[in-house]
């Protein structure tokens, strides 16, 4: 983008002190409307009793740190996708398909169950068409849709299995049409890399929230390319960010080991979840289909869940011997899948 | 591509903030009032004082955080993993146990925080005291390393032996109890920042991210002016009172309480704690007859209605029945350009121009004529989004009129009468092996509540 250049009788510096300063003030309007805490209006809800969550299922087979993974429509199938130290393999229950590309750091299913799309080192996001026949060669079927310029570090796809959103180290997030590859919109705003995405729940499907190292969240329009809301409020990267199941508000993880609740109506922060002896980073977070819970993978091995409403930790989950890298709930809510650098999944009910 | 990986010494800046907060701890854990009691533990025939027991750190951080047993040995466990608590018995196995084995505070000069990155050099003059004084008896993998740094940085080695004859020497000078305590503390820190092959890396940070503020956007005048835009755009923003949202947010919880498996559990059981697919089996996308609670939230809202397959379906029934159909056949097919391939975009455009929007087209669908003029102007450059105004205006059309027309017609009630309510399967396999079915109470008890009060009333 050609740079406009200063007016006359400004500089540099007076743009950053208006900048500043019109930032002060719309933390001062935020904060006009809040009323009443989180916390004060959950009151009336009953205390949680500690979840009786345990590990159902230890997923093996991954030779490496498993990084991502996704949960396929049919409610039991999932691709996972981890690093090796010559190669990379994607899982499915039924696959293993090898490609050539270190750290796979996204993946994700499509909503026909047919294909998978992967991303990750090679800066690229691939689609890859699911098969029965065990035999095939999955990988020559492998087919490049996303093209940034640094990691790719999240993709879903959209609506359906024709769109795909991509974030990626290179500080942008970008929708592509999946049959010719072609950029449909690409969304600039992030200082820094972006880490990670999620596509909002709403009646008219229009926008996604992504979040970064830059420490911000930010809520884009799809169609317009245009930032909507910011919310800048983390001591540190953000590693993940996942919308409430209404969208009306989205939670983040971050380095800082905190994990925070956003409202999108009130445009403001309003809940952190935080402990003293919670001094880990937290890279991952999910919803329970209520909303009530929210489960946590930390850089401690372990998975803390949450009471949105009333902030308190419900339940720590032991199990992991490494860092928990995604924590998802499975698509009709019966259990929550944890990937980890150990090298296995784990599925708790 | 950038990867620093952590033998380039690349330092993940926000690892510090984590060492940091678990500095706090042991400072906490040391203080005099507040901290631990520390003793003298016997080791062999020496004694060395101010050491302490696994038991004492586990029950001091449980009264500290008020934590259980379990969640004290895993963050103890951190501790000793991270270099700050080092065992005296077994020194290379850095693992917590909860019992009487010594352990003892590392000293903030051999923090991995402190000294970082570990240089070469100093490893080198580590091996090379080891070596002497051992007489040559290192690990086999402490001798590949020994050699390999010597070759490496061999035009610095008489600095290497030098130093370490020097450190050897002034070491003789202290006590014995003073010696060991600084060779286990030394020992400790290379296990950490050198571990053996094949022993788990706990300094091990994954990728490197650039996290460069500067790197990826210049802070330019055009970077300030779109800041500025933003904010400016973003005062004007409409925005509710907390209060109304906050309630929103406790309202959606309740709801939806019911369905959340992980919450309240889901008959007939969880399939991932029974091994029973009947729950999958009976929620399958279309079903002969589907469960009640699936009819229920349908109710909930128009896009709860529309997102089920089954739901959809029988709202198509009951639009025919009104002659509406049109509308949802209309947002069916725009949503179909609006996610479809590029390459399809234009003669899906037509055909829904044909289809709804021409006039005496065989499905008209009645819009306003403000968006219908709109809209045909913007279908002679058709793109994803020329339909999107014509779209929202069916769509909360339908959810204005039809969806709670819906709710009260006969075909809805008939069946949420008919759904199904499954039993709650409680049947074990083996009769000496209990499986639980719930992860939480059971929803069976609920159910029977309500169907039981409906009978009275």
Known sequence: MACQGLQKGETLASLKTESDGLKKKLEVERGKLNDVELHQVAEKTEVLGALSIKTRRVLKGHGAKVLCMDWCKDKRRLVS???????????????????????????????????????????????IPLSLDKDENLAAKKKSVAMHTNYVSGCTFTNSDMQMLTSSGDGTCALWDVESGQLLQSFHGHTADVLSLDLAPSETGNTFVSGGCDRKANVWDMRSGQNIQSFESHESDINCVKYYPSGDAFASASDDATCRFYDLRADREVAVYQKDSIVFGASTVDFSLSGRLLFAGYNDYTINAWDVLKGNRVSILFGHENRVSRVKLSPDGTAICSASWDNTLRIWA | MTINTLAKGGWHRDQMACFRKMEKVIVAMQDPDMGMKMRNQRLLITVIPHAMTGRDVINWLMQKYNMCEEEALHLGGMLVRYGYIYPLKEPRSLVLRADESPYRFQTPYFWTSTRWPATELDYAIYLAKKNIRKQGELMEYEKERYSVLHKRINHTWDFVVMQAREQLRASKQRRKADRIVLECQEQAYWLINRPPPGAYNILDMGLERPNNFSTRVTLNSDYYKREIEFCRRALGRNRVKSSICLEGFVKYSEQYLSHDPIMQGCLPSNPWISDDTAHWTMNTEVVPIPSRLRVERWSFSFMELLNDAMGRREFMTY???????????????????????????????????????????????????????????GIQHPHRFVMDDAQMHIYFLMKKDSFPRYLKSDLYKNMLAKAIVPQEVKKSVFPFMRRQRHSSPSPAQAVAQASEEEGRA
């Open chain 2, 319 to 377: 639009l025919e029945k009104e002659f509406s159909a049109e509308n949802l056949c209309f947002w069916q097919a725009c949503e179909d350009i609006r996610h479809g391939e590029n390459s399809r975009i234009v003669e899906k455009v037509e055909e829904v121009y044909k289809n709804f929007l021409a006039p005496g087209a065989a499905r008209w669908v009645n819009i306003d004529s403000k968006t219908m003029d709109k809209t045909l102007k």
């Open chain 1, 81 to 127: 996708s981890s690093q090796v130290r010559t190669s990379t393999d994607l899982w499915t229950r039924e696959h293993g398909v090898s490609l050539p590309c270190t750290w796979v750091m996204a993946c994700a299913y499509a909503p026909s169950g047919c294909a998978v799309a992967c991303g990750g080192l090679d800066n690229k996001c691939s689609v």
